[in-house]
Every structure is written in C-alpha cells, then in structure tokens.
C-alpha cells in the first residue's frame, strides 16, 4: 500500500489539475459546480490517503474538514444560489475557449519550471506535486479573471483554494490545525457574504454580469 | 525472417481482417442494445460485405483512375496499419518496420487518398465531406502523437512494441499522465473514426456527415473495401489503446501458439472497449461541426499536460 502512495497522491494531483481545466473550458453553471465538487473530493481523497502514509491524524480532520464544506455544504449553497436566481444559462467567456486552454498551458508551464528546482529540496512524500497545486492556483486566477458573471468567478475562488489546501498538505503534510479551521471558516463566510452579493447585483442590475459594476452611478 | 515469424505475422493480419468487422457489429449491436432496440446482429457488417462484393460497381463518368485506385491504398493502409500495431504479439516480423510516427503517417496517407478520391467526382458532398475530413485530421493528428510522445517517454522508445514490452513488464505503477493522455487517446479516436461527437456513422441523411459524405460516391466492392477499411481503422485504434493502456495479455514471443493463447484475451478487451464505445456514444450528443476545434484542441492540450506532468513527477 504504501509502496503506491506516492503514486496514488500523485494520480489525484493530476486528477485535480484537469478538473480545473475542465473548469476553465465549461460553460454551463451547473456542470461548473459539479467540477467543483469532484475537485473538492479528489482533494478529500489525496488528503485522507496523505493522513493514513505518515500517520498524521490532523489530515484526517482536514480532510473532513473539505469533505463536509466543499464537497457536501458549498455546492449544495451553489446549486440553491442559482435555482432562486433562475441562472442556469451559458456562461460567456471574455476569451474565447480553445485561446483561455492554451494561456492555461503557458501557466501549466511556468507553474511547473518554477516549481521543479524547489521540489527537489523537498523531503515529502509527495514534493512532487507542488507544481500541480501551483499550477491549480494559477488557473483558478485565470478563470477569475476571464469570466464575467459573478457566480463561476467565485467557483474560482474557491476552487483557488482548493489548489492551496492541495499545496499545503502536499508540502508540509498539513498546515496548523487552527490555521486550518480559521481558512475554512473564511471560506464559508465568504461564500455566504458572496451569495448575499450576487442577490444584490441581481436586483440592482437584472443580470450577474460584473461589468456592470464598472460604470459608476453619476456619470 | 523465419518461417515461423511469417506464419504468426499471416496469422496477426488474418485476426484483423477477420475481428475488425466483427467489432464495428459489436459496438453497433450494443449501441442498439442501449437504445432499447434489437439491432441488425453481430454478422451484420460481414453480411453487408458479402453482398457488396457480389454487386456490379457503378462509375461516374468522369472519374478519374485516382478515385478507381483509391480504395486499394486505403484499404492497404489500414491492413498494414493494423499489422504493424502490436495486436496479439510484440515479436512479429513487420513490426520493427514502423514506429509510432510512422504509424500515424500511415493514417494520414489513407486520409489524403480519400479525400482526393472525394473530390475527384466533383460533387458537392464528396468535397464537403473531404474539407471536414481535412479539418478532423490535421487537429486529431499532432493530438495523437503527443498521446504516442507521452507512452514513449515513459518507455524511452517511439516503437509501438518496445513501449508495450516496457508498459506491460514493469511492476504495476500508476502513472497520471497516461490518465491525461488516456482521456485525449479516448476524443481523438472517437474523432478519428467518425463517432459520435463527431460524426454519425449511422446516418448518411444528414448534412453534417463526414465520412458517409466521403464514401457517397462509391459502389459496390469499392464501397466494401472502403467500409472493411474503416472498420480496420476503429480496430488499429482501439488496440493502439490497448497495446499503450491496457497492455497485459499480449504475447512475447512470435511463436503461433503463443499467438492462439493471447487471442482470447485480445477479444475480451475488444468486447469490453467496444462496450464503453458505446456507452460514450449513447450518453453524449453530437456537436455542431464548429465546435469540434474545440473538442480536439482540448484533446491536444490535455495530451501535453500528459507530457508536462510526466516531466514533473518523473518516470515510474
């Protein structure tokens, strides 16, 4: 078992890093929020597997921790979020997909050399997947920065999140607990003040579209 | 060259000649199967060949010896094809004539041929057909050789062989690029041989056909040959996929016993891939014709995250 370990964390390293892609190229909203909750459980997995190979039970808590927020609790607010706000079209994009996908690669690319001469000072199991997690990181900015509705940018936000959690336990086996408990906390109070945020530029705008955010009211 | 090496190679050639058919019946009876239909029968595609054969062909006028010979090369391509690829044993003579790359050069000798063939009458879906099938390919085509690019980093060899030899020996090691390069292999060769996604192959109604548009013009046993071609084509793919993902089971050695043992094996992967080919086919809908750059690119990119990541994590 411990022989496929590093193998298997590696496996869901990859698997997180093409459900963000799969996240950059899809349109539709409530496959967006699906992606998000695969990528949360294929954290959970890396994360509780990572516990069981160094004996360390703070990953099982953090991983539970994922496990009841981003997989069960946040895409379940998702999901209610866009039912009330009847939302379920196509997302625009700002690029277009296939040119969002290649600038995706550069960053693959550059998350991956900047990582490869630090991976090999590092003396985890799974040092190897710090270009990955970065690489996560990186794409999850992208998607916030090419998408203009409001609901898939705060996907990326948390899906952001995901990639740093991934980077976090990978590196160092697991951040503090309590520094653990305060980014989950952050994160669910940020998704509930996002979720009041997007009801409010519904009513004040009829449309999600955050470019309407960027004409001020006297001009 | 031994005698014996010629006989096993006979023997390699002959079980795709003969399954390849048989394939295309499996993947379309299960399909219907799907649908809550009860489908034409696994000996449909070798009841439609017979009466093909047994036709009197019909030329247009104007046709020229280009689109007479043209089934030939096609034909011969792919039964070349599906001799080079390691289908039942990694040790057979023609082997080591071809690696990957020329393996996917073949693929392409056989798509500029038809679609020559498909523009040379001059009908209108005879070059429509051939501007899509061009547009297919030279975006399906750089997609597979990265997928063969990554197997052979891992197996330090662009032989189609050495990689199984190299993939199927080693103590069983997980590596996430080939679940990278698997899933492009998956859009690639879905696209490759007009399936779902992308093309229908069960229609020639529609407007969005590709390759029924190519073949439209043909009769007969040019038409036979052309539909034995294809299904050659879906085989040489689904056992490139089995030879770089699925590689346990195929023999070592070039004797025809050892040929017989891994027969049975063979079939059962067959089975099963023809099956999943048809669950993806049934679950997806087709996509309008513009959208399959897309499709393709991501298929691309995904197989260089493949390479990029076996770079990073290292081999094995």
Known sequence: MSRYAPQLINLFATLILLLSFAMISQRRIVSLINLFMMQGAALVAASFLLGYVTHQPELYVSGALTLVLKVFFIPWMLHRIIRKLNVRWDVETLLNIPTTMLVGIALVIFAFSLVLPISRLSHSIAGGSLGIALACVLLSFMMMIVRSKAIPQVIGFLSMENGLIFAATTVTNGMPMIVEFGIALDVLVGVLILGVFMFQIREKFDSLDIHNLEMLKDE | ?316
């Open chain 2, 1 to 316: 060259m031994s005698a014996l090496g010629v006989v096993s190679q006979l023997l390699a050639l002959l079980t795709a000649l003969l399954l390849a058919p048989l394939l295309s019946g499996w993947v379309s009876q299960c399909r219907h199967w799907l649908q809550n239909k009860s489908g034409p029968g696994l000996m449909q595609p070798y009841r439609m060949l017979h009466k093909l054969f047994n036709k009197e062909s019909v030329m247009a006028e104007h046709a020229s010896p280009l689109f007479r010979f043209a089934p030939y090369v096609i034909f011969g391509c792919m039964a070349l094809a599906s001799a080079i690829v390691p289908t039942l044993s990694t040790d057979l003579p023609l082997s080591p004539a071809a690696d990957a790359i020329a393996l996917v050069g073949l693929f392409a000798l056989a798509r500029v041929f038809i679609s020559l063939a498909a523009m040379d009458v001059g009908t209108a879906f005879g070059s429509l057909g051939a501007r899509r099938e061009m547009l297919v390919g030279f975006l399906a085509e750089p997609a597979l050789l990265m997928v063969l690019f990554c197997a052979s980093m891992i197996s330090r060899s662009t032989s189609l062989t050495t990689m199984v030899e190299t993939l199927a020996h080693r103590d069983l090691a997980i590596y996430p690029s080939l679940l990278l390069t698997g899933v492009a292999f998956t859009m690639v060769s879905l696209a490759e041989n007009a399936r779902v996604p992308v093309d229908n192959p069960d229609t020639h109604l529609e407007l969005t056909m590709i390759h029924e548009a190519l073949i439209l013009e043909y009769s007969a046993r040019h038409l036979a040959l052309l539909e034995w071609a294809a299904s050659l084509k879906l085989f040489a793919y689904s056992c490139i996929g089995l030879a770089i993902f699925f590689p346990w089971g195929v023999a070592e050695a070039n004797s025809p016993l050892a040929l017989l043992l891994a027969l049975p094996v063979l079939v059962f992967k067959l089975a099963l891939g023809g099956v999943t080919l048809a669950v993806i086919e049934t679950a997806s809908a087709k996509m309008r014709i513009f959208r399959v750059p897309e499709f393709l690119g991501t298929a691309f990119l995904l197989a260089v995250i493949g390479l990029l990541v076996n770079v990073l994590l290292g081999v094995g």
